[in-house]
Nanobody, 124 residues
Framework: QVQLVESGGGLVQAGGSLRLSCAASGSIFSSNPMGWYRQAPGKQRELVAAITLRDSTEYADSVKGRFPISRDKAKNTVYLQMDSLKTEDTAAYYC??????????????????WGQGTQVTVSS
């Protein structure tokens, strides 16, 4: 059974940092490219960072250079290090497999059930 549990969000001032974690159970982590998504109030969920089974990474322009993504295969966990946070980064953050495009790459993973997400709020 696939389960995704995100943690690490919180309230932080602009310019600060947070580290998000996503613990994955089931085969989703070992079988798919994984990504971090975010959804701000009134907006659609968007994919912001991706990591493949070979640890290749790709980022949305809005977070490139600030939000490195990584994965720990021994712990079935995906991380998102969030540095130089901006108020526009405020959103609920989710992890999941990726089926779709980010940048020039089309990912063909199998998206699982969504977790509860973790809220990131950046104050000015």
């Amino acid at each position: 059974q696939v389960q995704l549990v995100e943690s690490g969000g919180g309230l932080v001032q602009a310019g600060g940092s947070l580290r998000l974690s996503c613990a994955a159970s089931g085969s989703i982590f070992s079988s798919n490219p994984m990504g971090w998504y975010r959804q701000a109030p009134g907006k659609q969920r968007e994919l912001v960072a991706a990591i493949t089974l070979r640890d290749s990474t790709e980022y949305a322009d809005s977070v490139k250079g600030r939000f490195p993504i990584s994965r720990d295969k021994a712990k079935n966990t995906v991380y998102l290090q969030m540095d130089s946070l901006k108020t526009e980064d405020t959103a609920a953050y989710y992890c999941n497999a990726i089926r779709g495009r980010l940048g020039s790459t089309w990912y063909q993973g199998n998206v699982g059930p969504w977790g509860q997400g973790t809220q990131v709020t950046v104050s000015s």
